[in-house]
């Protein structure tokens, strides 16, 4: 069966659960072992101390390491992606932050994209520099080529422990290729060591872009985004081959950042819906782009779907994306004050930060979610004090480009 049919029961037995429909909450701290050997055998799996036999059960132990609502969530977020596994984290960034300190030690050298998430830029440019990770930055214009050089004349190639970028870009919807970037990897990889390709692709979510299929090792997500998809719960993801999420998931236990059961039956209830509340968005995007690049107020619209076949990024986006998405970003002709304006008089539109929900959200990119860019870097990512940045939900679109059209007679 397609992931959208099996979201509804995959992982879960009802009649272990005194017949309940629905996955309940497992509110406990802990779990009950039916015997020493048993106990003995969950924690050597859990603590990494061997790896899982064939047809084993993996018990449970502690919510800090597993729990029935994580589990069954985990099994289903693997159907989109068809990941071989799946860790769930408290956010977006634990996951994203997991997956560098494991594969991140000092002298190590990360290789990422530009522009990134503002959290995941804080993290790299404050936190792994000051632990003596070496950093390099690419973006959407730089050839594989170009990469490589930048990263032989580092004096940092062997070192290179990581590759990892965020496609589409948040806010300026630019594309990274991924299968170059797994190129990249395999250039400097040493012996049998891997460099893991890591990708964010919260921007398109489970149902538009596949990155495992593509050639990336790691696929990470805000589940807070379009996973959970009504403003209401927080929470991460990270998907891979076994091996690789089973040293997450080490890490994991010892970090503490796991998700609780609240997080996994939301997210699991979620799941449901999923497919129709993006096809609502994406269709609604598609719709709201083409009437904005038409509107005399706006300088230029930032959207995958606008791409011609000129553009150099035009393949990628047919190569990768099954579909531009929903997120848009759009120039006002002006500057701060003509974008705050804007802001200020929507009225179906929330001016908020986050995207990926049920209800269309508006943030000005420049000084909120990406203030802590140092401005030139911002600039030359064009993300300038014009840019306003989009997420469309599942409202009507004609009401949604009513309400912009009158928020653009006050600019």
Known sequence: MRPESLMMSFGYKPE??????????????????????????????????????PKEHLGLIYSRINNPDLEILENRLTLWDEAEACAVFESGLAAIT?????????????????????????????????????TISFNADHSEKEII??????????????????????????????????KIGRHFRKEDKLIPVAV??????????????LGADIVLYSATKYIGGHSDVIAGACLG????????????TFLGNMAGPWTGWLLMRSLE?????????GKNAKKIAAWLVKHPKVEKVYYPGLLKKSDPQYATFKKQCLHPGAMLSFDIKGDEKKAFAFLNHLELIKLAVSLGSTESLAEHPATMTHCDMPEPLRKSM??????????????HVDDIIRDMEQALRHV
């Open 149 to 182: 050089r930048l990263v032989q004349q580092s004096g940092f190639s062997a070192k290179l422990a990581l590759i990892y970028i965020e496609t589409p870009a948040n806010p300026t919807n630019s594309l990274i290729d991924i299968a170059m970037c797994k």
């Open 382 to 395: 064009h993300i300038t004090e014009k840019m306003i940045r989009v997420s469309i939900g599942v409202e």
């Open 200 to 213: 964010d692709n919260t921007y398109m979510g489970p149902l538009w872009q596949h990155p495992l299929k």
């Open 16 to 53: 272990l659960s005194e017949g309940a429909l629905k996955c309940p909450i497992f509110q406990t701290s802990t779990f009950v072992f039916k015997s020493a050997e048993e106990g003995k055998a969950f924690f050597e799996v859990a603590y990494g101390h061997r790896l899982q036999k």
């Open 273 to 281: 819906t999923l497919k129709p509340r993006m096809e609502i968005q």
């Open 98 to 134: 997991t997956v560098m300190l494991e594969y991140l030690k000092p002298g190590d050298l990360i290789l990422y994209s530009e522009p990134l998430y503002g959290g995941t830029d804080h993290f790299i440019s404050h936190f792994l520099r000051a632990m003596g990770v070496q």
């Open 241 to 252: 081959s076994n091996e690789i999420i089973s040293r997450i998931k080490t890490l994991r």
